[in-house]
């Protein structure tokens, strides 16, 4: 069964740093893309970033604006998020999800088709 | 960017009834993006379609999803309690990033 299991959000104060986690097991996790999704309080979705199995390919929101970073470390079959210089807007339950992908022969790039199982969040507040 | 709309805002049915949820792109997109989910207060969103039109692994048939394009739909054919929630689409922004609509509520009457 697949499981993911997000860990690191917490209170922070503007202009700060936070790194997330995302612990996997029930699947081989180096063979699956990642995604981070989050959610602002009685907001909808919005992604935030992705990743290759391999780690090797890495992709932002632009409205990130180069501020996070995802990783992953496939040893230990875990997802990172390294968050520095929060602001409020910041403020949302971080998701980490499996993200199943294919390849677009048009344009040549591999992009998400979907996102077949999320963790339960973990909560990320910036506040003074 | 291409922007997801979905309507409408808010949808009230009674359990039974045929719920048929829209979501519309700004331009055209690549079905094989296409998908949508379910979201109940507390939860995880979790997935219904993929592909505009494949039902995920467990999910009942009433769940179907249809489109191309730029329009698509996500249709629950009798309503059940569980399924009063609320519904995003999402799909392959372009170079490269995802969109969510800003979502669906399915509430009952």
């Known amino acids: 069964e697949v499981h993911l299991v997000e860990s690191g959000g917490g209170l922070v104060q503007p202009g700060g740093s936070l790194r997330l986690s995302c612990k996997a097991s029930?699947?081989?996790?180096?063979?699956?893309?990642m995604s981070w999704v989050r959610q602002a309080p009685g907001k909808g979705l919005e992604w935030v970033s992705g990743?290759?199995?391999?780690?090797?390919?890495?992709y932002d929101a632009d409205s990130l604006k180069g501020r996070f970073t995802i990783s992953r470390d496939n040893s230990k079959n875990t997802l990172f998020l390294q968050m520095n210089s929060l602001r409020a807007e910041d403020t949302a339950l971080y998701y980490c999800?499996?993200?199943?992908?294919?390849?677009?022969?048009?344009?040549?790039?591999?992009?998400?088709?979907?996102?077949?199982?999320w963790g339960q969040g973990t909560l990320v507040t910036v506040s003074s | 960017e291409v922007v997801l709309t979905q309507s409408p805002g808010t949808l009230s049915l009674s359990p039974g009834e045929r719920a048929t949820l829209s979501c519309r792109a700004g331009q055209s997109v690549d079905s094989r993006s296409l998908s949508w989910y379910q979201q109940k207060p507390g939860q995880a969103p979790r997935l219904l379609i993929y592909?505009?039109?494949n039902r995920a692994t467990g999910i009942p048939d009433r769940f179907s999803g249809s489109g191309s394009g730029t329009h698509f739909t996500l249709t629950i054919s009798r309503l059940e309690p569980d399924d009063f929630a609320i519904y995003y689409c999402k799909q392959y922004g372009g170079s490269p990033r995802y969109t969510f609509g800003q979502g669906t509520k399915v509430e009952m009457k």
């Open positions: 999800a499996k993200t199943e992908t294919y390849f677009d022969s048009t344009t040549g790039l591999w992009k998400s088709a979907y996102f077949d199982y």
């Open positions: 990743i290759s199995g391999s780690g090797y390919s890495t």
């Open positions: 592909g505009a039109s």
């Open positions: 029930g699947f081989t996790f180096s063979t699956y893309a």
